[in-house]
């Protein structure tokens, strides 16, 4: 017999493991973060293309605020769909930094009596 775990057939409940919740950065995700900006950003320059002076003569007949607001507003809502559909998952356990040996980080010393 073999000590691997083959995955649940079709109708049979997953091991213990495969239940418990999956812990994932959520709002701290750097990506949620990076949208967020993106979208205040694209929002507001829409609203200065679609309301504001759109200054034809200096961008060469071209609504500058209005695409460059699309943009900002599309490439928010890449940012923020990728985190939702690959979100980060967190370790469960993370060895402190005083155990791993390999932390580039500086020794402590004893403390003086």
């Known amino acids: 017999m073999s000590d691997h775990h083959d995955a649940p057939a079709a109708g049979e409940a997953p091991a213990e493991d495969e239940t418990r919740a999956r812990h994932t950065a959520g709002a ?16 507001i320059l829409l609203l200065l293309g679609i309301f504001g002076d759109k200054a034809y003569d200096k961008t060469g007949n071209v609504n500058a605020n209005l695409y460059a607001g699309i943009v900002l507003v599309v490439m928010s809502a890449i940012f923020i769909g990728w985190a939702r559909v690959r979100p980060i998952l967190v370790p469960e356990h993370v060895e402190p930094a005083e155990e791993d040996p390999t932390r580039p980080a500086p020794k402590r010393r004893p403390p003086r009596h």
Request: glycine share 18%; hydrophobic share 55%; no cysteine.
């Open 28 to 43: 701290f995700d750097i990506r949620n973060f990076i949208g967020a900006l993106l979208g205040l950003y694209g929002v």
